[in-house]
């Protein structure tokens, strides 16, 4: 569990800070015409469906499978 969480948010800081470049031109083309509170939503925004999205599993820890998912069983 410890390697997963690492993993994930590994991921999402990763994620936020794509999202806070991707953003930064869109909201102002000179850094003081910037809109600081847009941009931190969206990372914000990115860093939420990051955790989300690696809910259903990340390659890096435990063989790519959710810590929310235990082992299934298939009986006779």
Do not use: C, H, Y
């Amino acid at each position: 569990m410890k390697t997963w969480i690492k993993a994930a948010l590994v991921r999402a800081l990763k994620t936020a800070a794509q999202t806070a470049i991707a953003a930064l031109p869109v909201t102002g083309f000179l850094i003081g015409e910037v809109n600081w509170l847009a941009v931190l939503s969206m990372a914000a925004g990115g860093f939420i469906l990051s955790l989300l999205t690696s809910l259903a599993g990340i390659p890096e820890a435990n063989d790519g499978k959710s810590p929310m998912m235990g082992e299934i069983e298939v009986g006779d």
